[in-house]
């Protein structure tokens, strides 16, 4: 299974020291989720992590790439500059389609 990191110049790099190798160091969302179509159509990647600034803005395009796939899963992490303003809960919003209810915490 691999994982790939998409992300500013410090998160890949930690990552990659933790032994990540497939690295991706974007600023632009668009690459970003050209990177992600990329990774999907890779039967070996199980698992994407994708900074919280980058997928906030790419968030809608990536749940209607992956609603009917289980892999790669797809998760937004705080970048080196902590986390983004507005929080993307993709869980809940997977949650609240299948279901029907929203999930408030």
Request: charged fraction near 35%; proline fraction near 3%.
């Amino acid at each position: 299974m691999k994982i790939s990191v998409i992300g500013d110049h410090s998160t890949v790099t930690g990552f990659r020291l933790a032994g990540v190798n497939e690295g991706f160091e974007v600023e632009d969302s668009k690459e970003a989720l050209q990177i992600i179509r990329e990774s999907m159509k890779d039967k070996d990647s199980g698992l994407i992590i994708i900074t919280e600034k980058l997928y906030g803005k790419i968030a809608e395009e990536v749940q209607r790439l992956t609603e009917k796939r289980v892999s790669p899963m797809i998760v937004a992490i705080p970048d080196s500059k902590g986390f983004f303003e507005e929080r993307i809960d993709p869980i809940r919003d997977l949650v609240r389609k299948a279901v029907g209810i929203e999930i408030k915490y």
